[in-house]
């Protein structure tokens, strides 16, 4: 409080000093107001301004109200201040002043500057002159002026007649300062009210812009069904605007000469205008420059502080005399020295032998140690302690304190023999535990095993667990594949052994024990056709060739090669049947059976009955057919016996009704066979080894060794590069044929035998039917790079077929087109997976 006064004092008195000089200028230019009366001294009015922030609370504290405000900064400007008005009129302008009539006053009004681009009305400003009428005004001109040189003029007399206004224009009313109106306080009040606020520049402060619309980051399209399309900080709705079609909006664009310069603002729904000045700083913001094009990226530099070194010494005295003479002291200090050498108190160290000393050599004196690596030899960590338990607790629970007994048992005991060196002990509260008497002693033990006890550093794998695990991609990134039952197809009543699709993935084949061979339309699971042919089918194969339609069948010892007639139309009938029955007129077969007698095959004509169910062949043999196998061709078709040696594989030549053992003899008994699909190979799979035959040089190619006990099926990649190997312990083995003969991969999922092993002829996956009632999808990417080995996924385990006697799935083949895969089980149901 003292400051401001002190302050106030000095302002006061600044003002009656700079108020004399203003008057004596003004009495010399025979004007009767200071200089540039229009507008307020600007350090007059700052010190003004900070001198009425620094005394707020004087103010505040002498109740002084609004009009001692106006009275001050009136007399700061030169004007005369009247007496005080009638009792009422005082009563009522202080309480104006109290209910915050001075927040009214604007900074740009004590400049007598008014905001650009608004008009004030004449007719308000009479009616304030005439509000202020009176004897008692607190504001009185001394004269009139003239605002650029018109004839404006606002009389302020003390009889308060109403002033003639007429002559005012519209400029000279943006000009108004409280000047203008003299004594009419009330006048200068409402024409106060009438002026704008400022509106801030673009190089103002963002809290002062105006934003009318307050929803926030909010999307506008929530008020579509709205007449508003917002609220104002004081909560009131922004309506609105208007807006017209786009034919509107095309005409106004045409007229429009700054539309390519105009945005929209979505938050305030309207129309905005780019200046020039934003294109501009735009444009540098775009191309990553200053914003400011005043900016001078190489002004000169400013030395604030000089990069010139002081020369000058720190001190100016003069330099003394000892800095010029020798000193005494040192002089007597050497000859002390000199004396002890000639006496020989002092004696030069003797010479070091150099052959004497071992010569070390550093090793790894050049070698970079490793980041957080020490050299030298590594700090021994020394153990940590055991944790405390409930034992080592001041408060116990009752089952870890000890009895009499057990008490006296631990004193009878010899120190080295207890189990602990003290008993657990209740004290009730950590404040009452006395200081452990065995401290000492038990930290000098352990500091002398630690110094003694010989310790061995231990290095911990760096490997993380997570960096074992092989690295696979997603199983659904490698989509499409079978992942859920889509239908079953019910009507055998046995095992059903073998399933085969024809080439154009319309039908299904199926072999039961049964006796029947059973025709399925794979879409709707419908059954088109059931072959009953009197013995347990043990397998079923269509033939590849798309131009026929014909189907072969394992039933017992012999194979019958059927023609179904509803699924061919007239030609491919006529085909189909020309080549199954052209080898009857050939004089091959006969040729053949002479030339070798000892081929337990014959080649018969159907009865009757299986004639018109469409069997047109009948190849019977001398022992029970497993398995069958057609070329890629359609020609020629292997089979594969119970019987060991060279006899169990035969190939026999459809279109001749020729049959032929190329093999004389076979080491072991032959699980399956397959035909190459891309190369004259032939293999056949034993219990233990699959060899690979090359026909045209009847010559063996390689032996592939998967390392399993008992073999049970093989299929050949459609590429013809790649082989799989299942076996009846559970195991499955990868073959790259361009690598070795041993597997690539060995992977052991099921829980049971594997019963079959088939891969996809579009899609990269494979599959494997178990026992175990389940049958596992997995993804097979081969490369055409050859440095880039094959990638094996597991994707997915199908689970759904009946376990039957302890066998579950026994046969699986793959969709020719879809993504499909098909399995037949012992339960006797056939269900297709997509």
């Given at each position: 409080m003292a400051a401001g006064k002190g302050n106030k004092k000095r302002s006061a008195a600044h003002r009656d000093a700079e108020a004399k000089t203003a008057a004596a200028k003004s009495s010399s230019t025979g004007d009767e107001f200071p200089t540039a009366m229009g507008s307020i001294d600007v350090s007059s009015e700052s010190e003004y301004?900070?001198?009425?922030?620094?005394?707020?609370?004087?103010?505040?504290?002498?109740?002084?109200?609004?009009?001692?405000?106006?009275?001050?900064?009136?007399?700061?400007?030169?004007?005369?201040?009247?007496?005080?008005?009638?009792?009422?009129?005082?009563?009522?302008?202080?309480?104006?002043?109290s209910d915050g009539e001075e927040s009214d006053i604007h900074s740009s009004d004590i400049d007598g500057a008014s905001s650009e681009g608004e008009e004030a009305d004449s007719e308000d400003a009479e009616g304030s002159d005439s509000d202020g009428e009176g004897d008692g005004g607190l504001l009185r001109r001394t004269g009139s002026r003239s605002t650029d040189g018109q004839a404006t003029a606002v009389d302020s007399d003390s009889d308060g007649a109403a002033s003639d206004t007429s002559q005012i224009n519209d400029d000279d009313m943006r000009k108004l300062t409280i000047r203008d109106f003299g004594a009419d306080l009330a006048s200068w009040k409402a024409y106060r009210q009438t002026l704008p606020q400022i509106d801030a520049g673009y190089a103002s402060d963002s809290s002062t812009e105006d934003t009318p619309n307050t929803i926030g980051n909010v999307p506008i399209a929530w008020y579509e069904d709205y007449p508003h399309i917002g609220y104002t900080v004081d909560g009131q709705r922004v309506m609105r605007p208007a807006t017209g079609d786009e034919?509107?909006?095309?005409?106004?664009?045409?007229?429009?000469?700054?539309?390519?310069?105009?945005?929209?603002?979505?938050?305030?729904?309207?129309?905005?205008?780019?200046?020039?000045?934003?294109?501009?700083?735009?444009r540098r913001i775009q191309g990553g420059d200053i914003p400011d094009a005043a900016y001078d990226a190489y002004a000169p530099t400013v030395e604030w502080f000089t990069s010139q070194t002081m020369k000058t010494?720190?001190?100016?005295?003069?330099?003394?005399?000892?800095?010029?003479?020798?000193?005494?002291?040192?002089?007597?200090?050497?000859?002390?020295?000199?004396?002890?050498?000639?006496?020989?108190?002092?004696?030069?160290?003797?010479?070091?032998?150099?052959?004497?000393?071992?010569?070390?050599?550093?090793?790894?004196?050049?070698?970079?140690?490793?980041?957080?690596?020490?050299?030298?030899?590594?700090?021994?960590?020394?153990?940590?302690?055991?944790?405390?338990?409930?034992?080592?607790?001041?408060?116990?629970?009752?089952?870890?304190?000890?009895?009499?007994?057990?008490?006296?048992?631990w004193e009878a005991t010899d120190a080295e023999d207890r189990r602990r060196a003290f008993l657990p002990q209740d004290f009730g509260a950590l404040r009452n535990v006395p200081g452990y008497e065995r401290f000492?002693?038990?930290?000098?033990?352990?500091?002398?095993?630690?110094?003694?006890?010989?310790?061995?550093?231990?290095?911990?794998?760096?490997?993380?667990?997570?960096?074992?695990?092989?690295?696979?991609?997603?199983?659904?990134?490698?989509?499409?594949?079978?992942?859920?039952?889509?239908?079953?197809?019910?009507g055998h009543s046995g095992r059903v052994r073998s399933i085969s699709v024809d080439p154009t993935g319309l039908w299904l084949l199926s072999g039961s024990d049964d006796g029947s061979v059973r025709l399925w339309e794979v879409v709707t699971g419908r059954c088109a056709r059931v072959w009953t042919l009197g013995g347990t089918v043990h397998a079923v194969a269509w033939c590849p060739n798309a131009d026929v339609c014909v189907f072969a069948a394992a039933v017992g010892s012999r194979v019958v090669v059927v023609v179904p007639p509803e699924l061919c139309d007239g030609q491919r009938r006529t085909v189909s049947e020309d080549l199954v029955r052209a080898g009857f007129a050939s004089a091959a077969a006969e040729d053949a059976a002479a030339a070798d007698d000892s081929l337990p095959v014959s080649w018969d004509v159907p009865p009757t009955a299986e004639q018109t169910a469409g069997v047109h062949v009948s190849i019977a043999m001398h022992r029970t057919v497993k398995a069958l196998a057609w070329h890629r061709r359609g020609d020629y078709l292997a089979t594969l016996t119970a019987e060991e040696g060279g006899g169990a594989v035969l190939m026999h030549q459809l279109s001749k009704h020729k049959s032929q053992r190329p093999f004389r003899s076979l080491k072991g008994a032959v699980q399956s066979i397959?035909?190459?699909?891309?190369?004259?190979?032939?293999?056949?799979?034993?219990?233990?080894?699959?060899?690979?035959?090359?026909?045209?040089?009847?010559?063996?190619?390689?032996?592939?060794?998967?390392?399993?006990?008992?073999?049970?099926?093989?299929?050949v990649h459609p590429q013809g590069d790649n082989v799989v190997v299942g076996s009846y312990d559970k195991k499955l083995s990868w073959f790259d044929l361009d690598l070795s003969v041993k597997p690539y991969r060995s992977i052991r999922y099921h829980r049971q035998a594997i019963r079959q092993v088939c891969f996809s002829r579009k899609f990269p996956l494979f599959a494997t039917a178990s026992d175990d009632g389940s049958i596992q999808v997995y993804h097979g990417m081969v490369y055409q790079d050859l440095n880039q080995n094959p990638l094996i996924v597991p994707l997915k385990i199908l689970r759904g077929h009946e376990i039957r006697n302890s066998l579950g799935v026994l046969d699986c083949v793959f969709h020719p087109i879809q993504p499909w895969l098909l399995s037949s089980g012992a339960d006797g149901t056939i269900r297709l997976w997509t």
């Open positions: 301004a900070s001198d009425a922030d620094s005394d707020s609370d004087l103010i505040e504290g002498s109740e002084q109200n609004f009009e001692d405000v106006l009275k001050a900064m009136a007399a700061d400007q030169g004007f005369e201040v009247g007496g005080s008005s009638s009792g009422e009129d005082d009563e009522e302008e202080g309480e104006e002043g034919l509107d909006k095309f005409l106004e664009n045409m007229d429009n000469p700054d539309v390519f310069r105009t945005a929209r603002d979505e938050a305030n729904q309207r129309d905005v205008t780019v200046s020039a000045e934003e294109i501009d700083i735009i010494p720190v001190t100016g005295a003069p330099l003394t005399k000892r800095g010029f003479v020798p000193s005494k002291w040192e002089h007597k200090r050497v000859m002390q020295i000199v004396r002890a050498i000639r006496s020989g108190a002092i004696t030069a160290p003797p010479a070091r032998d150099q052959q004497q000393q071992p010569r070390l050599y550093d090793v790894w004196e050049h070698a970079e140690a490793e980041p957080g690596e020490r050299r030298g030899r590594p700090r021994m960590v020394a153990p940590r302690l055991a944790l405390p338990t409930h034992e080592e607790s001041y408060h116990p629970p009752e089952e870890y304190l000890p009895t009499a007994e057990q008490r006296a048992e000492v002693d038990e930290r000098f033990g352990r500091c002398l095993d630690l110094y003694l006890a010989p310790r061995m550093l231990r290095k911990k794998s760096a490997l993380n667990a997570d960096e074992l695990m092989p690295r696979l991609p997603d199983p659904r990134d490698l989509r499409p594949f079978p992942a859920a039952e889509a239908l079953a197809y019910v397959r035909f190459h699909p891309t190369r004259p190979w032939f293999l056949v799979a034993t219990q233990r080894y699959v060899r690979i035959y090359n026909l045209m040089q009847q010559a063996l190619v390689k032996t592939l060794q998967p390392g399993v006990k008992w073999i049970s099926s093989v299929d």
